[in-house]
Protein backbone atom coordinates (compact mmCIF):
# COMPACT_ATOMS: atom_id res chain seq x y z
CA UNK A 1 0.00 0.00 0.00
CA UNK A 2 2.45 2.46 0.88
CA UNK A 3 5.01 1.77 -2.64
CA UNK A 4 1.56 2.44 -4.59
CA UNK A 5 1.02 5.90 -2.42
CA UNK A 6 4.75 6.74 -2.95
CA UNK A 7 4.54 5.60 -6.55
CA UNK A 8 1.38 7.32 -7.11
CA UNK A 9 2.89 10.80 -5.47
CA UNK A 10 6.20 10.67 -7.50
CA UNK A 11 4.00 10.35 -10.71
CA UNK A 12 1.82 13.30 -9.74
CA UNK A 13 4.53 15.55 -8.82
CA UNK A 14 6.57 14.62 -12.02
CA UNK A 15 3.36 14.95 -14.24
CA UNK A 16 2.63 18.51 -12.78
CA UNK A 17 6.57 19.27 -13.32
CA UNK A 18 6.25 18.94 -16.81
CA UNK A 19 3.11 20.21 -16.86
CA UNK A 20 4.22 23.73 -15.56
CA UNK A 21 7.60 23.71 -17.64
CA UNK A 22 5.44 24.20 -20.53
CA UNK A 23 4.70 28.11 -19.08
CA UNK A 24 7.59 29.98 -19.33
CA UNK A 25 8.16 32.13 -22.17
CA UNK A 26 11.04 32.69 -23.97
CA UNK A 27 13.19 36.00 -23.17
CA UNK A 28 13.06 36.73 -27.15
CA UNK A 29 9.49 36.57 -27.59
CA UNK A 30 8.41 39.23 -24.73
CA UNK A 31 11.61 41.81 -25.60
CA UNK A 32 10.93 41.16 -29.72
CA UNK A 33 9.75 45.07 -30.51
CA UNK A 34 13.52 46.11 -28.73
CA UNK A 35 15.36 43.34 -31.10
CA UNK A 36 17.32 44.94 -33.89
CA UNK A 37 15.15 44.94 -37.66
CA UNK A 38 16.86 42.81 -40.54
CA UNK A 39 14.78 44.40 -43.75
CA UNK A 40 14.54 41.20 -46.03
CA UNK A 41 12.91 41.42 -49.78
CA UNK A 42 9.94 39.42 -51.42
CA UNK A 43 8.09 39.11 -54.59
CA UNK A 44 5.34 37.53 -55.92
CA UNK A 45 6.06 33.76 -56.01
CA UNK A 46 3.04 31.35 -54.42
CA UNK A 47 3.39 29.26 -52.08
CA UNK A 48 6.76 30.68 -51.06
CA UNK A 49 6.19 34.83 -51.53
CA UNK A 50 2.91 36.06 -51.91
CA UNK A 51 0.65 38.90 -50.54
CA UNK A 52 -2.23 38.00 -48.13
CA UNK A 53 -5.35 39.45 -48.62
CA UNK A 54 -4.39 42.26 -45.76
CA UNK A 55 -1.17 43.13 -48.40
CA UNK A 56 1.53 41.61 -46.23
CA UNK A 57 4.09 39.77 -47.77
CA UNK A 58 3.57 36.37 -46.28
CA UNK A 59 4.35 32.54 -47.83
CA UNK A 60 6.92 29.44 -46.59
CA UNK A 61 10.14 31.46 -47.33
CA UNK A 62 8.78 34.50 -45.20
CA UNK A 63 7.85 32.11 -42.31
CA UNK A 64 11.41 30.01 -42.25
CA UNK A 65 13.34 33.33 -42.48
CA UNK A 66 11.39 35.41 -40.00
CA UNK A 67 11.94 32.18 -37.66
CA UNK A 68 15.33 31.99 -38.51
CA UNK A 69 15.93 35.79 -37.60
CA UNK A 70 13.89 35.03 -34.35
CA UNK A 71 16.68 32.98 -33.02
CA UNK A 72 19.23 34.45 -34.44
CA UNK A 73 18.05 37.76 -32.18
CA UNK A 74 16.87 39.93 -35.22
CA UNK A 75 13.14 40.88 -36.08
CA UNK A 76 12.31 41.18 -39.62
CA UNK A 77 10.71 43.52 -41.88
CA UNK A 78 9.61 41.80 -45.05
CA UNK A 79 9.27 44.51 -47.97
CA UNK A 80 7.75 43.29 -51.19
CA UNK A 81 9.55 43.94 -54.13
CA UNK A 82 7.29 44.95 -57.65
CA UNK A 83 10.38 43.48 -60.16
CA UNK A 84 7.97 44.79 -63.16
CA UNK A 85 8.08 48.64 -61.85
CA UNK A 86 11.64 48.55 -61.33
CA UNK A 87 12.59 46.99 -64.67
CA UNK A 88 10.61 49.68 -66.70
CA UNK A 89 12.37 53.01 -64.38
Do not use: Q
Request: net charge negative.
Amino acid sequence: MKGKRIITSLLSLSLLVCLLSGCKTSHLESDESNLPVITLGSDNYPPYNYLNEDGNPTGIDVDLATEAFKRLGYRVEVVYIDWEKIRNF
